[in-house]
């Protein structure tokens, strides 16, 4: 099965710094999604990434998809406080038409005024 | 406005006892998901539906069951037979085929007493 490690599993920052947030597979990646949480809420789409070398960006979070498809990072441009909350990568896994994500444990920012 | 609700937001059970937690969406998908999420874990799936009167096994299905009646709610069914039910319950739906994003609903914290 796919496993999906995130780094760090914590981060603390202060506002105005810039971050970065990763996650690795030991398997290619097939979709890979970007989701954040605020704490004891659902999950809120950031963005998916399919092919190797694709960059998304939205406001100030940019994700990249590398070449080999097996890692993607979240990076973060000068962090506010609305910034902090939990950030899980999920991917596609594959062998099925509809969409079996599996998740990373997560990363939970906190962002410092 | 389209989305998915979860009820209740918050349970308390007692040892022994059945509880099923409601999910609906107003968003017209086809497919729908049950997720658990534990503290310092990713999300972990449940089981999911791909059609109506059809639904498979995800990870953890054990001690748990669901219903698809209708295309428009999938409610979840924690049962005496699950060991640890104490965790934050999580409900997606997302279009057929590939690559699409799935919507989370609000969650529901299952606490067992």
């Known amino acids: 099965s796919q496993e999906l490690e995130q780094s760090p599993q914590s981060l603390i920052v202060q506002e105005g710094k810039n971050l970065t947030i990763n996650c690795t597979s030991s398997k290619t990646l097939y979709g890979l999604y970007w989701y954040k949480q605020k704490y004891g809420e659902g999950l809120i789409f950031l963005m998916m990434l399919q092919k190797g070398g694709e960059e998304k960006s939205h406001e100030k979070i940019t994700a990249k998809l590398d070449e080999k498809k097996q890692q993607s990072s979240l990076h973060i441009t000068a962090s506010q406080p609305s910034h902090a909350g939990i950030y899980l990568c999920?991917?596609?896994?594959?062998?099925?038409?509809?969409?079996?994500?599996?998740f990373g444990q997560g990363t939970i920012l906190t962002v410092h005024p | 406005d389209g989305g998915i609700t979860q009820s209740p937001k918050y349970l308390f059970r007692k040892e022994g006892q059945n509880v099923t937690l409601s999910c609906e969406q107003n968003l017209n998908h086809d497919a729908m998901y049950w997720y658990r999420q534990d503290p310092g874990q990713g999300l972990r799936l449940i089981y999911y539906?791909?059609?109506?009167?059809?639904?498979q096994k995800g990870d953890i299905a054990e001690g748990y069951s669901v219903s698809r009646e209708k295309k428009e709610s999938f409610p979840l069914t924690v049962t005496s037979a699950q060991k640890n039910p104490t965790a934050f319950y999580l409900c997606?739906?997302?279009?057929?085929?590939?690559?699409?994003?799935?919507?989370f609903g609000p969650g529901t914290r299952l606490t067992v007493l």
């Open positions: 997606a739906s997302s279009r057929p085929g590939t690559f699409n994003e799935q919507f």
């Open positions: 999920g991917a596609f896994t594959g062998g099925t038409s509809y969409g079996k994500l599996t």
């Open positions: 539906s791909q059609i109506v009167n059809d639904f």
